[in-house]
């Protein structure tokens, strides 16, 4: 379990990283919302870590 979250984390830290100017497809305007799930997402991971 301890790989996966520190793999999800990676994951997220290097997402501004793979960002293009390129052509690309995302709802702009939906960065509260996202941020929001990442964050429940992120509290659910350490509420599991802790239970272990």
Request: hydrophobic share 60%.
């Amino acid at each position: 379990m301890k790989y996966l979250s520190l793999t999800i984390a990676a994951i997220l830290a290097a997402s501004p990283a793979l960002a293009h100017g390129g052509a690309h497809i995302h709802p702009h305007g939906m960065e509260i919302p996202l941020s929001l799930m990442g964050g429940i997402i992120a509290l659910a991971a350490y509420l599991a870590w802790r239970r272990m």
